[in-house]
């Protein structure tokens, strides 16, 4: 069946989706997106859309290859984030066709339900232990929390006992039996990446992530000789050709692969096998929307070495709207004990309420991350 056209969502409050449509009327939603470059992201969608009409929906591999392929410049995050959300939809699209949940085409479920963490403290982490007990009356077993605000190159010892104190409050809140996860988010460089690292073992936590910047995985190999904890990083890496340099380094446990960026369900499935390959767990990256979420979870159920999925729903970029305002179900994310069961309907899982989303996107956004600045003045990584 051919595609007949494709339509493009700019909604609260940081999203963008994307809309497929074949010749019979049959529909698929994706998400593609950058946080804070979503009108970019959207213009290489409607530069793409030449290639996507007229096209056989379900040829979704010569499809991808076309996209990626057929362009000389290729790779990097709006390109690769275009080419994941169309991804989603022709997934979507099809298992519709077929009645079918995605996983099902990619050799079925190996597990039942998939653990979930939420986040806390924000972006300047604060008042995480109630935050963190919170989640856990909740019925979450694990969190996600930023380590740090600002910190230059070499800086003072106080803001690594700031971490440790932000850290130690959320253990004695939810105490030993509960996963930790301390996100670096690229804000230290190496010399005080080491210095937290080191001075985290004591916690037990989950994994640390992002410790450095991408550009940087090589003072991986540094840090990893002093940290006590697995190590997670990917969430800027953007096609399997990105990930075979860092797994051939050795130095990471979890890569992070955010399905609206690394080129959809068809090349995050097989950076997960090259991780698998590599004795490596998966927890994808997904701050995002409800369709990005039922993808992460599609390829979550195919996975072995998929263990916990990260979600967004109460995150603190969710201020004018969540993820259940835009999906019929809103049972399709219930989550109990920790986890969540798989959505067995067909394509993603999810029925996309699109007069909601019609009515948002007449309002739109226009989300930028914040710009950070040491105190001498200097800009900081956020």
């Given at each position: 069946m051919k595609i007949a056209s494709i339509e493009w969502f700019l909604v609260p409050p940081r999203w963008l989706f994307v809309k497929?449509?074949?010749?019979?009327?049959?529909?698929?939603?994706?998400?593609?997106?950058?946080?804070?470059?979503?009108?970019?992201v959207a213009a290489a969608v409607q530069e793409l859309q030449e290639y996507l009409i007229g096209a056989d929906a379900d040829r979704i591999e010569d499809i991808w290859q076309v996209l990626y392929r057929g362009g000389f410049y290729r790779?990097?995050?709006?390109?690769?984030?275009?080419?994941?959300?169309?991804?989603?939809?022709?997934?979507?699209?099809?298992?519709?066709?077929?009645?079918?949940?995605?996983?099902?085409?990619?050799?079925?479920?190996?597990?039942?339900?998939?653990?979930?963490?939420?986040?806390?403290?924000g972006d300047r982490p604060s008042d995480v232990g109630m935050a963190a007990k919170a989640r856990r009356e909740q019925g979450f077993t694990a969190i996600k929390m930023n380590a740090t605000e600002e910190v230059h190159w070499i800086d003072t010892h106080n803001k690594i006992d700031a971490v440790l104190e932000r850290v130690q409050a959320v253990r004695d809140a939810v105490g030993e039996d509960f996963g930790i996860a301390v996100?670096?988010?690229?804000?230290?460089?190496?010399?005080?990446?080491?210095?937290?690292?080191?001075?985290?073992?004591?916690?037990?936590?989950?994994?640390?992530?992002?410790?450095?910047?991408?550009?940087?995985?090589?003072?991986?190999?540094?840090?990893?000789?002093?940290?006590?904890?697995?190590?997670?990083?990917?969430?800027?890496?953007?096609?399997?050709?990105?990930?075979?340099?860092?797994?051939?380094?050795?130095?990471?446990d979890i890569i992070q692969p955010?399905?609206?960026?690394?080129?959809?369900?068809?090349?995050?499935?097989?950076?997960?096998?090259?991780?698998?390959?590599?004795?490596?767990?998966?927890?994808?990256?997904?701050?995002?929307?409800?369709?990005a979420l039922a993808a992460s979870l599609q390829l979550d159920a195919c996975t072995p070495n998929a263990f916990i999925q990260e979600q967004s729903l109460g995150i603190h970029y969710n201020r004018?709207?969540?993820?259940?305002?835009?999906?019929?179900?809103?049972?399709?994310?219930?989550?109990?004990?920790?986890?969540?069961?798989?959505?067995?309907?067909?394509?993603?899982?999810?029925?996309?309420?699109?007069?909601?989303?019609?009515?948002?996107?007449?309002?739109?956004?226009d989300w930028r991350n914040p710009v950070w600045r040491n105190e001498d003045g200097s800009v900081a990584e956020w």
């Open positions: 497929l449509t074949d010749e019979e009327g049959l529909t698929g939603w994706g998400e593609p997106i950058v946080e804070g470059r979503a009108r970019t790779g990097g995050p709006v390109l690769m984030s275009a080419i994941a959300g169309i991804d989603q939809a022709l997934w979507d699209l099809k298992g519709k066709r077929f009645n079918l949940p995605v996983y099902e085409m990619l050799g079925g479920r190996v597990r039942d339900k998939m653990r979930v963490y939420a986040w806390i403290g996100d670096f988010h690229g804000r230290l460089h190496r010399p005080m990446a080491k210095v937290l690292a080191q001075e985290l073992r004591p916690f037990d936590l989950m994994f640390i992530e992002e410790p450095v910047l991408p550009e940087n995985d090589e003072a991986l190999r540094e840090i990893a000789q002093v940290a006590a904890m697995p190590i997670a990083t990917g969430e800027r890496l953007y096609s399997r050709w990105d990930y075979k340099r860092l797994l051939a380094g050795g130095y990471v955010d399905l609206s960026h690394a080129g959809g369900i068809s090349e995050c499935k097989k950076i997960a096998a090259m991780a698998e390959a590599h004795d490596v767990a998966v927890a994808p990256h997904c701050p995002l929307g409800p369709i004018e709207n969540d993820l259940l305002d835009y999906v019929q179900d809103r049972s399709v994310f219930a989550y109990e004990g920790g986890f969540v069961t798989l959505p067995d309907g067909p394509g993603l899982g999810l029925s996309i309420d699109e007069s909601f989303v019609r009515e948002a996107a007449t309002r739109g956004h």
